[in-house]
T-cell receptor, first 116, second 111 residues
């Protein structure tokens, strides 16, 4: 019963380095998301994927790229990390959309990223 | 453009003092409105999903209501363990998979 699993949990990067955050869900959900959360703030949508093979920009996409590798996996890449990208990153997936199905967003435990 | 605004930003209550948190939204057709609770250092925890104006849902001391423009999270006789950040999110018809969150309300309950 893993739900949404994201790795790594903690990472320190130097400015200009690149890295990929991995996310996988085992609930057969179509829609997946990447959010970032800065201290004392709500969640801001970076990118989302409505289904395998599709990705769309969210509210704050600059500096990030994503890949929906298959139905299970949705990765977030920082090509050239900047201190402004220091944040907590959450991956999420959405149960089938529509009232008849009972929508729920499931979250991973978060990835704490520090860029120095 | 879809928008979600939560108020107040922070709320301090005495134990047993009931109050309400507000989530106002602007979307082109609401598919769903979500309420989540988040404790420090943790991921958000699901509370409710509401779908249409007039709908209400309850869980222990929490009750969520929905109108065409806003949702309220009512907290009745809160306890210190209800202290957390409460997040609201909306899913719009225009892009059924896009879900955006408000900035949250930090709730603190004093014993």
């Amino acid at each position: 019963n893993a739900g949404v699993t994201q790795t790594p949990k903690f990472q320190v990067l130097k400015t200009g380095q690149s890295m990929t955050l991995q996310c996988a869900q085992d609930m057969n959900h179509n829609s997946m998301y990447w959010y970032r959360q800065d201290p004392g703030m709500g969640l801001r949508l970076i990118y989302y994927s409505a289904s395998e093979g599709t990705t769309d920009k969210g509210e704050v996409p600059n500096g990030y790229n994503v890949s929906r590798l298959n139905k299970r996996e949705f990765s977030l890449r920082l090509e050239s990390a900047a201190p402004s990208q220091t944040s907590v990153y959450f991956c999420a997936s959405l149960s089938r959309t529509g009232q008849e199905f009972g929508n729920t967003i499931y979250f991973g435990e978060g990835s704490w990223l520090t860029v120095v | 453009e879809d928008q979600v605004t939560q108020s107040p930003e922070a709320l301090r209550l005495q134990e047993g003092e009931s109050s309400s948190l507000n989530c106002s939204y602007t979307v082109s057709g609401l598919r769903g409105l979500f309420w989540y609770r988040q404790d420090p250092g943790k991921g958000p925890e699901f509370l409710f999903t509401l779908y249409s104006a007039g709908e209400e849902k309850e869980k222990e001391r929490l009750k969520a209501t929905l109108t065409k423009k806003e949702s309220f999270l009512h907290i009745t006789a809160p306890k210190p363990e209800d202290s957390a950040t409460y997040l609201c999110a909306v899913q719009a018809d225009s892009s059924a998979s896009k879900i955006i969150f408000g900035s949250g309300t930090r709730l603190s309950i004093r014993p």
